[in-house]
């Protein structure tokens, strides 16, 4: 196959063409690929984090105590919420919060920043 001359603009277009198509075929293409696991971990998370948010609105909106039932605070002249004891929920989500941070923490201490 002999190589465009150019002295028409249609060759020297064809010669233009010929050259892009050799430049392009030059390498590997690249595909793109999907990272499941990585969308898992961001869905899962997101999924995760309203779940919890729903359940705790829920039960906070559900099962507060009631007015009357502990005296009203005050300090300094300010009246503050009514006392009453910490949720079950709350409580439970607070040691899997912080069991979570202690993970990341020992594991960055031992294994060093993958990421």
Excluded: C
Aim: glycine share 6%; proline share 4%; charged share 10%.
């Amino acid at each position: 196959m002999r190589m465009p001359s150019g002295d028409t603009p249609a060759k020297a277009q064809a010669y233009y063409h010929y050259l892009q198509a050799h430049q392009l075929s030059m390498q590997r293409p690249a595909t793109w690929e999907v990272r499941w696991i990585d969308l898992a971990w961001l869905w899962g998370f997101a999924i995760a984090m309203s779940v919890i948010l729903i359940l705790w609105i829920w039960q906070y909106r559900s099962t507060r105590q009631k007015a009357n039932l502990y005296p009203v605070d005050n300090f300094g002249g300010y009246t503050t919420e009514l006392a009453g004891p910490a949720t079950a929920f709350f409580l439970i989500l607070t040691a899997m919060l912080t069991g979570f941070a202690v993970v990341l923490i020992v594991g960055h201490i031992v294994w060093g920043q993958k990421f």
